[in-house]
DNA sequence: CTCGCATAGTCTTGTATAAGACACAAGACG
DNA sequence: CGTCTTGTGTCTTATACAAGACTATGCGAG
């Protein structure tokens, strides 16, 4: 006699409540039903259902709070930059980066970004340049490419103020994309012309490549990013455990 | 009425437990005591211990493996670059690196060193000067900084052969130094003439700088490691989740 | 008799359940 | 402005059974 599926009950329970997450069943910042209630209704105990939750808190999908309740994590700017964001002043301080955006356009994807984004090649894609200001100096130049078929739309009046960084947020809420994991690879660089006329730095000063694939609670890729990183008044910060 | 302790009690039995692995008390590799038999020993249910197991565990502290027992980690090196090393091929492979041993010295910490050890100034450390070698290229030049308190006798007959990366990890069993955590700090920097000699790479070349701080179970800072990484042929891998 | 091997026994960690005491938050009420 | 009540998540205990891993036993083949 086998199982159906052999996967240990909290993460059935796991796979669900993700589900239900991704799904928009439970939208960003909802609170879930009470535990008790919760695990009645998914037909388990409590203990499995607080051993699932729990593994979704560390995922930050769910944010729990003794005497309120369990909500969907809510993915504000600030939230995705305090998670995701690693830049750092040399005091280790953590930077606050104003925006720019100088261009955006909307095209077949290259065999590069075909490959790291899992498309086919020449499928749909945007892409939005931009800059980033920390302290009034722009220290990152970079290019962030969008599967089209995950943001229909965005292609349109774009307003070429900083606002994109939230429409960007409010596109992930509302299409359920809930970012959960980037992987990244780092090297180094000279600045091109290109660089240094949007860092204002001499050419073939070294910077910081990154790039960024990042996936959302559903497996999917969802997005392209390569930064270019003057590095000569920041660091990239990394724990590794 | 305060409790005197106000953590979770699994908390308490989770730095108790910390304390005799880092003691010396359950050496490397040694097996703990069987579930039922250490909760009694300690007085809290099996619940509870287990709970503080997975967190030990979580922390690579110990390995547990169902039927057998657990475990204190042992600090192999091949488990330490597992852990720690980042670095992969072009392809994405991790890639295994040879060690050439190119100086050794102890001497007191300079400024920079003392902060980022938090040493005071002019207290000992050892340094050791190496390269590592990827597929026959020298691509990493470091120096490797140690408090040498926490390495007694490290500064003796050392083989300048790639012996002392095991010698390094032997030290670590031996003194109750288990690594558990790295915080690194990235930027980009121009190969000097010295880098330019040791990777075999023209002067100004674009290379990774990494300053890594690792950290012990006691908390301690047990090493401060510059790596300069040539990132023509190599990238550094980091997942952020 | 000895070797090989299946298997039963027993020790280990892993999973799932249940129940009760506790701590925190928010609103109702005096 | 306190105090109470209610609803929430958190901690701790206890029990039972499942599953992995090793050991010993014993039986049969040679």
Known sequence: MRRPD???????????????????????GQALPAEPELAAELGVSAGTLRRALARLEQRHLIERRQGRGTYVTQQTSEQALGQFFRVRNLAGRPVEP???????????????????????????????????????????????TLPAALFPGLSL????????????????????????KSEENLSATAATEADAAVLNCPVGTPLLLIERVTFDAAGRVVELRVSRLDTRAHRYAVEIA
Chains 1, 2 share one sequence.
Not at 6 to 28: F, M
Not at 98 to 118: K, M, N, W
Not at 166 to 173: C, G, L, M, S, T
């Open 157 to 180: 009046p774009l307003a070429p103020a900083q606002l994109a960084s939230e429409i960007y947020v409010h596109y992930r809420n509302a299409h359920g994309i809930i970012v959960v």
């Open 6 to 28: 052999a996967r240990p009950l909290y993460v059935q329970v796991e796979a669900i409540l993700n589900d239900r997450i991704v799904s928009g069943d439970w939208k960003s």
């Open 98 to 144: 104003d925006t720019f955006i100088t261009g955006v356009s909307t095209g077949p994807a290259s065999e590069e970004e075909a490959a790291r984004l899992r498309l086919r090649q020449g499928e749909a894609v945007h892409r939005i340049d931009r800059s980033r200001i920390f302290e009034g100096e722009p220290r990152i130049a970079e290019r962030i």
